[in-house]
């Protein structure tokens, strides 16, 4: 208490006292014990002065005063509302009730209730703002004597109380207590008062209870009565605030023992009976496994040995009938930065509770932040403890929020108060003993607790290095148990008899003193081995004497349908993302400016003496393809790869809430999809516009879009795979370089190394795992064959090409082969032909046989059977030339025919000035003329190659089918106008896009069992093994350098 | 088992999506070319036209005529390179790769190598497009072409370049755009001869070369007829008859002397005394370089 305040107080003491009659001795008794419980002996005297002066001299004349009671009264009246005006800015309601309280009882040391002494407490109480119920409530209680006055809601009685228990509201029946203790709750300020009309000696947390005085029942004190049961703070404020719905559970953990893989022991034998309405703390040095133990008891980890039950059922074995009940609040944060306070609270009001409706919902939430005192900041962002918008006891009592909002049964509290100041830490701390108080069973790791805080646990279990139980119990006797083992003086006392503090830390110092040498510094051994403490544990501790008949336990709440769920996490994740403009603006403007500069920089003009662009003379229409792919690619893993890893707090919590992970997915990848179909539509818009693409803004959009799909699926893998950002984007060049590498722009695929699976008829196979390259390929495609221009002719230059190529490259080829033969036979060298060269033959024959324009030309060689080396003369060799001749011809024919056809259709569409230009300024703006070089694969030399015994097409790939006989085969060479699917063709863009689709469910597969996380588990588990040889390198590594610099 | 639901719905979309997609007409290349309908046959043999279109002078021996005489080189002279975008059907290709090869030449002749580069490539790209691109090796063209050392092969590998496209394309049935080829070369020689800026001394022996080209100009006049049917052909012909007026003039006369046998060194060698009389005047040349230019101008534009 403050000096102003209780020279306030005396002020107001002096004003009551000297009403009436004056100041009694009794009253002014009150007054010296009451300073003497605030004050030391030399203040008393101090304060006691200054009462007595307020009275002033106006004892001596009791005529006077008379004569002035009423003049005497206003003027008091006056000075009160004065006070009490001035002690209303200073105090708390919880301190302005004690006062008030203090005032009543002022009055009834004498019991001299004058209405003028009465007034004034009236107007104080108004000023105060106390409410006319508790008011009353209050006079009732100090002023009463009789039992019938107690029989009032917010009053208890303990006592003896057989006979009488039917007239009061509220009661505890005691048998051996002599007299009665009546509490009183003022429920406004959660305050309880206690007065003892008996006159045994009953202890108040250590302290006697004298008859008649009124006492503060602060949270966790406890009454001892000289025979019978302590009554603890939690019994009475139980009995009060114990809603009637909820269970009773009793926790049971029967020797928890708990091995790691590496074989260290985690826990050993932890034995705990608990019941709903407590709040136990998990104590112990680090390393003693709190957490652990939290984890084991809340059904995270299983333990080695034993069995934590639940109202019996075993929590984990029957999760399911257990899940609803058990809420877990991490160190962590779970909170969603970007969402206001009300709501992250709302979102998970809604994944919890299925069948509430919006206004349901919103009065819930509202409950509970008024609950939790976070109502004032409910449109408050949540922020990050970096960036802070709410305090850290704020942030913590939403945390806790989030869990009580489905009301679980009992709480496992990780650490609340680490990072919090004493405040809020001990707000926190209230409010879990609250929670508590009404119902709740709380079990707590805590880390050096304050002695307020230490005091509100009802039991406490402390742990020793390796997993030993070495106490359990009530906190207070925790220290003197230990000062007892440890002989120490004073060992029976628990708290400071003046101050009322615990030091739990003096449970710490002894648990862990060190053997002092004989220089009187400390050794690295302990006095007291865990080994000790535990046996010492042992011999007390009794065994547990647990009902068996227990509640039912409720049914775990009916969460959401997939759907709804879906809708909540997708709404949730969309207001974060919406709420945060630096992100929403950096994500929609990188994709139009990334377009903007790429197809800015390469367009140009490539006749210096012009002005006009012309798409078709831009060479940089492949450069820019391949681009789009990669900003595809890169755009949607930055966009994705962090998500998972950002929620995976708030995952491991809702794992409790057993959602579902495939709508937690498909929010996310839905949410995903729109950014990237957007920031699609936003690059393409720009890049193609100023390019100069036309008409292929949504095959260009599509391509964007599914690679960015892909990537978004790709990058949710490793984020929730790796456990730190730093990673995710070391791993980001690791994906996309390789597709750079391997989209067949930047290198041609005969030139890569054979080793990745290349032939040379095929796209190798390392390639064929690369979205990027069906994304190039089918633009490349697409671009060339369907563009606006090019589209009229696409189809008869195809037969164009395949006449030509025959007519030109691959006849001749093969003739070449024969007439080597017939050389070879004339100049008889031997042998004449290689079985290999005659294998070829043979298949290229068959090949023509199977083509589709073999109906055509219908030319089949009749000698197919002699083309063995056994078999072949020179008659058969000549007849092989005619052949070959004729059906050179037949191309050629057909070549020239097409050729003309063709030609026809152009000199038509350019036969008068006019059409000539449209046609022109058709090609200009559609057809690429470097483009089609690529396409049509001109930078080589050799068009036709051998591979094996076969001939390989090399030129024009834009023109050519599927090789492959092989009906279930897609693969291909590159730049195949269609791709062959179960015996059908496909359009290649088609084609390639649903090939990246389905790459895209792939992941999303590997997503959803999450297999790339098992994967690295499985390699994380040499991780020790890879760990310890790397260390020893380190240590050769710093030796070697230690030796080489002679440090 | 919602979420099952979902997924199976989802593959099902996909599935659909992918049938829906794959192109069940199977429209074969092939069908293009059910009616095949050749070119109309032409009254002169191929054989006929071969020998025509090798006796059609190379445009070496006009350039190098041109730079002996001492003119000038002038590129406004050439077909700008970039002209190349605006030829779209085989008739403006095939003239036009004559009258590119003839301005590659010229360049060539004149030492102009570094200049060369484009019209390499346009040559290339011409002929790659009325698929004759075999014929022409762009890489060595372009590797020698860093050099005027290599001048004489360069002009050797381009020369017997389309000596061979012609005898391939008569070999392929289209003689037609062998003869294209061959007049854009010629008018291309014609064009750069009849423009010379300034007139250097011994103009005489270039306009005699001018018009020695009477002869060769009834060669292209039956070449041309022999096409007559495509209005393209027409045209060129029609063209053709006024260049043809613009020659009535020039007269190109033998003289008859006998041959005189001598013995040279031991053997015996008849010398031919025949020497042919030719009559042109500036004026001619003036109306021959007219008429030449408004074909060259048909043809490049």
Known sequence: MSEEILKALMQLFAIIAKQDEGLSVNERDYVHVFLKQQLNESSVKEYLTLFDNFIGGQKGDDEEVKDKVKLTSVKDSVKTLGIAKKINKTLTQKQ??????????????????????????????????????????????????????????????????????????????????????????????????LRYTGTNEQLLNGLPIINSRIYLFATGSVIKQPKGKPIFYTDIASTFLSDSTSINVVVKANDVTLKFPNGHIGLRNINILEQSGKMVAIMGGSGAGKTTLLNVLSGIVSPSNGNVLINGVDIHKETELVKGIVGYIPQDDLLIEELTVYENLYYNTKLIYRDLNEQEISEKVTKVLQSLGLFHIKDLKVGNPLNKKISGGQRKRLNIGLELIREPAILFVDEPTSGLSSRDSENVME????????????????????????????????????????????????????????????????????????????????????????????????KVMPQEWNDHYRQRHKSFEAAEDYDELPEAFKKPSWFKQFKIFFARDMFSKLSNTQYLVLNFLEAPILGFLLAFIIRYI???????????????????????????????LIVSAEEIYKDRKILKRESFLNLSRSSYLFSKIGILFIISAVQAILFVLVGNSIFGIKGMYFEYWMVFFTLSAFANVLGLNISSAFNSAVTIYILIPFLIIPQMVLTGAMFSFDKINSSFGGGRDKVPIIAEIMPSRWAFEGLIVHQYKNNKFYKQ?????????????????????????????????????????????????????????????????????????????????????????????????????????????????????????????????????????????????????????????????????????????????????????????????????????????????????????????????????????????????????????IKMTGI | MANRKIFTLFVILIALLFTACVNSNKNEASDHLDDTDMIASTKLTDENIGEMISSIPNPVEMSSLLQKSGVVYSQELLNPANNLSGYNTNFKKALNLGVYGTDLVYMNIYDRTVATLQYLRNVKDLAGDLRVGQFFDYETLNRLSESSKNIDSVLFITNSGFDKMSRYLIDQKRSNIAVLISYGTWIESMYIATNVQTIPPNKDIIYRRIAEQKVILENMTLLLNNYRKDPNFADLFNDLLDLIKAFDNVKIQHIYIPPTIQEINGSVVIIDNSRSEIFITQEMVDEIAKKVSEIRTKIIS
């Not at chain 1, 440890?486 to 002894?510: A, K, L, R, W, Y």
């Not at chain 1, 197919?864 to 050629?892: G, W």
């Not at chain 1, 003329?929 to 076969?950: E, G, P, S, W």
């Not at chain 1, 693969?971 to 895209?1000: C, E, L, Q």
Request: proline share 4%.
């Open chain 1, 96 to 193: 302005k009730v004690v006062v008030l309280v203090r005032l009543f009882e002022l009055v009834n040391s004498d019991k001299k209730f004058t209405p003028q002494r009465m007034a004034i407490i009236d107007t104080a109480a108004e000023v105060f703002n106390i409410s006319r119920e508790e008011y009353q409530a209050i006079e009732a209680f100090v002023l009463n004597n009789s039992d019938a006055d107690f029989a009032h809601p917010e009053m208890l009685v303990i006592g003896d109380l057989a006979n009488e228990a039917d007239k009061l509201e509220n009661y505890i029946n005691s048998p051996q207590l002599e007299g009665k203790i009546i509490i009183l709750r003022v429920p406004s300020v959660e305050l309880y008062f």
């Open chain 1, 431 to 526: 409010l879990l003993r609250e929670l508590a108080v009404r119902g709740k069973l709380i079990f707590v790791v805590i880390h050096q607790p304050s002695s307020e805080i230490y005091k509100m646990f009802d039991n406490v279990v402390i742990l020793d290095e390796g997993g030993y139980q070495i106490y359990y119990g009530n906190p207070v006797e925790a220290v003197i148990y230990f000062k007892t083992l440890d002989n120490q003086i004073n060992s029976n006392i628990g708290e400071c008899p003046t101050c009322g503090n615990v030091n739990p830390e003096t449970i710490f110092s002894i648990i862990e003193s060190r053997i002092v040498d004989e220089y009187g510094r400390p050794t690295a051994s302990r």
């Open chain 1, 606 to 636: 490539e006749d210096p003496t012009s002005n006009i662009y012309i798409f078709r003379a831009n060479e940089n229409l492949m450069p820019y393809i391949f681009m789009c792919a990669i900003v595809a690619l890169f755009l949607g």
């Open chain 1, 793 to 1041: 002719f696409y189809d008869q230059n195809k037969v164009l090409s395949i006449c030509n190529y025959k007519n030109i490259y691959y006849l001749p080829e093969l003739k070449r082969y024969v007439e080597n033969y017939r050389f070879r036979f004339l100049a008889k060298q031997e042998p004449h032909i290689t079985a290999n060269d005659l294998e070829l033959i043979r298949n290229e024959l068959n090949k023509e046989n199977n083509s589709e324009f073999f109906r055509l030309h219908k030319l089949k060689f009749q000698y197919e059977d002699y083309l063995y080396q056994d078999k072949i003369t020179f008659a058969i060799a000549d007849s092989l030339i005619n052949h070959i001749n004729k059906l050179m011809e037949f191309y050629r024919d057909n070549g020239n025919y097409m050729d003309n056809v063709i030609d026809g259709r152009r000199q038509e569409m350019t036969n008068t000035p006019e059409k000539d230009r449209e046609y022109n300024k058709l090609k200009d703006d559609y057809y690429n003329d470097f483009l089609a070089k690529f396409a049509k694969n001109q930078m080589i030399t050799l068009y036709v190659v051998r591979l094996d015994n076969r001939l390989v097409q090399k030129i024009d790939p834009i023109y050519l089918d599927p090789q492959d006989t092989n009906k279930v085969s897609f693969r291909t060479h590159f730049m195949a106008p269609r791709k062959n699917f179960f015996g059908y063709y496909v359009d290649t863009f088609t084609f390639n896009v649903s090939m990246i689709w389905a790459f895209t469910i792939l992941m999303y597969i590997l997503l959803y069992y999450q297999g790339l996380k098992r994967f690295l588990d499985f390699f994380g588990d040499f991780g020790p093994i890879i760990n310890r040889k790397l260390f020893g390198l380190k240590t050769k590594i710093s030796k070697f350098f």
